[in-house]
């Protein structure tokens, strides 16, 4: 979906187009769960490390893409962090003791209360994919993590009927476009917040590019 992607001409068989777009949709679908992982609760150890193993071991880029860059910076974080210290800053800051210091709901930016009418909004969409919460979910439905989830399952599930381009770009311009900035905004603005921070940044930089591709459909 990002414009980096370049036929290469009439040569190019329409296999070959459809493996660029499967391996695109991948690498999304997955930054989707990524994400989803980070904000549902805190990283464990082997996450982390997982994460730092992803570093290149060379850097051959003149000029480092934006995309790529705050993936970086989270590597960085990553390995020069422990998990103990991201369970702290999460339960300080997401969980706190009464409320929360920053919200993960979309209600709470768009209606500026929980358990409003964006939580309702999202839950016909879901029961229109035929989808439910699992009974082992405690957050709800448009806790940020299960909305990722939800755009995880729009770009990687086996119906084509559900899991489609069109219902991605509805399901993202109506249920995260409007208020990912906000919540990252919040994230940075928290000055006890340090290690979200790069989650925060590549956050709203992979959204920005989602909702380019989007308007050029």
Not at 30 to 57: C, H, N, R, V, W
Request: glycine fraction near 6%.
């Amino acid at each position: 979906m990002s414009d980096s992607i370049n036929p290469g001409g009439a040569e190019q068989s329409q296999a070959e187009l459809g493996n660029i777009g499967l391996a695109e949709d991948l690498a999304r679908s997955d930054l989707y769960g990524l994400l989803a992982a980070f904000y549902i609760k805190a990283p464990e150890q082997a996450f982390l490390d997982m994460i730092t193993a992803s570093a290149p071991q060379e850097k051959s880029l003149n000029e480092v893409p934006p995309l790529l860059g705050v993936w970086l910076n989270l590597i960085s974080a990553a390995r020069d962090s422990q998990a103990s210290e991201w369970q702290s800053e999460y339960a300080a800051e997401f969980m706190g003791v009464g409320r929360p210091n920053v919200y993960l709901n979309s209600s709470f930016y768009l209606a500026g209360h929980l358990h409003e009418r964006p939580l309702v909004e999202v839950r016909r969409a879901l029961a229109q994919f035929g989808l439910e919460s699992s009974d082992d979910v405690t957050e709800t439905e448009d806790h940020v993590s299960a909305l990722f989830e939800v755009m995880r399952y729009l770009i990687a599930g086996d119906d084509v009927e559900i899991s489609n381009l069109t219902n991605q770009r509805v399901f993202f311009n109506d249920h995260i476009r409007p208020w990912y900035d906000d919540l990252c905004d919040a994230i940075e603005a928290n000055p006890e917040l340090h290690l979200y921070r790069p989650v925060a940044a590549l956050t709203r930089e992979f959204l920005a590019i989602e909702g380019q591709a989007f308007d050029m459909m």
